[in-house]
C-alpha cells in the first residue's frame, strides 16, 4: 500500500512536473520605495510553454501576457518568510513580453514584471520563492529560485536597503571543446560590492548548476565554463548556472536593527540562466563578434542618470562581426524599451579587419513612472552558429538627475550618482560618504580571517596563512593550482538531489536536504563604475553622434564632434 501511494505520488509529480513550461532563466529584485516594496523579475521560458504560448510572434511583444496557460496558472512568486502568512501568494509569473524568438528548434520568449507589494514593511526582511517550474527538456527536475531582502534602513544613507539587480539572457552559447567565460550582469542600487556565489539545493531546487567543473569568480560574478569532453560536457546539450547575487557593503553599517560588515551580505537574488554547447569548426577563441555601445560612454557598465518627465531615453548598442548575416541581438531590456536593428554598416572598418556592424537603437519612450530608480539594460550577440559574445550592460537610473554635481569626495575618492543621492567610492583607508573618514578595525576590514591591529592612525591586517595583500584579499597561488577561485562539481550534487527526490516523496517534489554551502570569505571588487563618465552622460543631451558615424571606441574628440540629434544615448525632450 505505502508502495502503491509512493509510486502515485511519484507518477502525479511527474505529470505536474511536465507539464509546466521550460524556465530558460530567471531573476528577481527587491527596492522599497514611497512606503511600498516593489519587485521585479524578468524570466525566459522556451518556445511554446511560456506565458505568451505556442502562438507566440514579435507582434505580442509589448503586450502584458495575464492569461496564463494552464500549466502556468498555479506558478507563484510567494513570500515564504517574513509576510503575515507563511507562503503567502504574491504575483503569479504573468509579464509584458519584452522578446520573442520563433526559431523552431531553440525559440523563446522573455518578459518583465514588477509589481508593488504594501505587506512588505520597512525594516524587515523577506524571502521570495518561485518554486515548481520545470528546468530542461528532457526534465532536470523542479527548479527553485530564493530571494532574500533586507528592507532595513541603511545608517548610511537613511533609506530602505535595495536588492542587487540582474538580467538574464534568453540564450547563451558557448563553443564546445572551448573555455568560455561568461559575465553575469551584476548592479546594486546602493553601490555596494557585487558578488556572486553558487546556489544551494534549499536556494534552486533541481535548477542548480549542473554544468560540470565551472570555476566562479565570486568577486566578479564571471564563471569559467570548460565545455570540453574530458571535463565533463557533452555537444549540443544544454547546462543550467544558478547562482546567488548579494550586496556586501564596503564597510560596516547598520541595517534595520542589524550591524552589516564587508563579510556580510545584506540581500541575496537569484540569477538562473541556461548555456548551450555549440560544435564550429573553427578553433577557439576570438569569434570576431562584438557587441559594444557607444556614445557618449561606450564601457560596459556605466551608470547613466535619466530625468524622465516628457523625456525619452535612447540608446545604441553595436555588433561587428566578420559576417553580419545572420547575427542577432540577445536583448535582456525592460517593458517599454521598444528597439529596432538598422541595415549593416558595410564599410566600417574596425581594428586590422573589415568589419561589418550591426546596429540596435532603442528608446525608452512610455515608461512607467514606478519603473524609476537603477535597471539593468543588457545585450548580447549571437553569431549564426549561436555562440554568444559576452554581455554589454549599463545601468540607467530612471527619473533622477545628476545628484554628483557639486559633491567632492575626499582622499582621491570619485563620486557615484545613486538614485535621488550619491555616494563616494574611496581608496583605500578612507570609507564613505565623502571618504573623509578613515577606515579602522571596526569596520572589519580584514578579509579570510585576517587579523586587525588598530595603530592608531592606520589599521593593519595579518592575515592567516595562504592570504596576502593589505586587507588580506589575496590568496596565495600555489604551483599547479588553478586560481583563486572555487571550483565545483554540481553534477555529484545533481545525483545526490535525484536519488533524493525518488526517496523523499511528501505531496510534492521540492525538498531541502542540504545545509547552506559554505561560501568563501570576502575580498574587494573593483568597482565597475567610472564616475568620471557620469556627468558626461547625464548632460548627454550634448553628447551626440552622427549617423553612420558608428565608432566603437571613440575617442575624446570623437565625443565632442558635432552631432545630430535621434542617435545613441541621450536625451532627447
Ligand atoms: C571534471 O573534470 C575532470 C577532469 O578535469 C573529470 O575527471 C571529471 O569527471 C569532471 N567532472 C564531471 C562531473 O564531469
Ligand atoms: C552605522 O552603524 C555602524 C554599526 O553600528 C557604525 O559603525 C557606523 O559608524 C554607523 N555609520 C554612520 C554613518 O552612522
Ligand atoms: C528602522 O530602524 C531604524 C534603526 O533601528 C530606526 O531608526 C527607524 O526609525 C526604523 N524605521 C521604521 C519605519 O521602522
Ligand atoms: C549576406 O547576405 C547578403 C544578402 O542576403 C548576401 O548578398 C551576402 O552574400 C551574404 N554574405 C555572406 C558572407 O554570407
Ligand atoms: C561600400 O563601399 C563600396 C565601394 O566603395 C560602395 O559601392 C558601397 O556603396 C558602400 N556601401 C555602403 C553601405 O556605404
Ligand atoms: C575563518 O575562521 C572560521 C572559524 O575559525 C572558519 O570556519 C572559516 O573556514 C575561516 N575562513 C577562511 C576563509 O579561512
Known sequence: MRTFL??????????ISSTNGHLIAGTISGYFYNRIARLTYRL???????????SCSAQDVGNYLSSLPPTLSSLKWRCTTGCQSANQDLHDVSYTLTAVSDDLTSGWEQGE????????????????????????????????????????????????????????PATLGVQFGCTTVINIPAEDPDADSVRCRLATPEECGNACTNAPNITLNWETCSVSIPATTQDGYEPNRKYVITVMVEDYPDYTISVGDQVRSIRKPISKIPSQFTITTIVRQQACGDLGLRVDGVVPNPTNLFRVSYAGGSIQFNGAF???SPNINDTTFITSFFKGVNYNVLPDDENRTIGNFRDDVRRARYVWG????????????????????????????????????????????QNGGKCVDLFRRWTCKCLHGFKPK????????????????????????????????????LDCEMKIQTVGSKKSDFKVVPAVLGTIAGVATALVVTGCCWWFLFAAAKRPDSREKK???????????????????????????????????????????????
Open 527 to 573: 568597482r565597475r563604475v567610472s564616475p568620471s563618465d557620469l556627468h558626461n552622460v547625464t548632460h548627454g543631451s550634448h553628447q551626440r553622434h552622427t549617423q553612420g558615424d558608428i565608432n566603437i571606441n571613440p575617442t575624446q574628440e570623437d565625443l565632442n564632434k558635432n552631432h545630430t540629434p535621434d542617435q545613441d544615448l541621450h536625451l532627447t525632450a
Open 44 to 54: 525566459v521560458w522556451e518556445r511554446g510553454s511560456g506565458p505568451c504560448g505556442q
Open 366 to 409: 512610455s515608461y512607467d513612472v514606478r519603473q524609476y530608480a537603477d535597471t539593468l539594460l543588457c545585450v548580447w550577440g549571437r553569431n549564426f552558429e549561436g555562440v554568444t559574445t559576452d554581455r554589454f550592460c549599463y545601468t540607467a537610473i530612471l527619473l533622477d538627475g545628476d545628484d554628483c554635481g557639486g559633491h567632492t569626495c
Open 434 to 469: 565623502d571618504c573623509s573618514h578613515k577606515v579602522t578595525c571596526a569596520d572589519f576590514p580584514c578579509k579570510n580571517n585576517g587579523t586587525c591591529v588598530d595603530t592608531g592612525t592606520l589599521y593593519i591586517c595579518a592575515c592567516a596563512s595562504g592570504f596576502t595583500g
Open 318 to 320: 553595436y555588433m561587428q
Open 113 to 168: 514584471q514588477y509589481f508593488l507589494y504594501s505587506g512588505m514593511e520597512i525594516n524587515n526582511t523577506y524571502q521570495v520563492t518561485l518554486s515548481g517550474y520545470e528546468v530542461l527538456a528532457p526534465s532536470l527536475g523542479l527548479g527553485k529560485m530564493v530571494a532574500a531582502f533586507d528592507f532595513g534602513i541603511r545608517n548610511d544613507t537613511g533609506v530602505p536597503n535595495a536588492s542587487p539587480i540582474s538580467a538574464v
Open 6 to 15: 509512493l509510486i502515485a505520488e511519484l507518477l502525479l509529480c511527474l505529470i
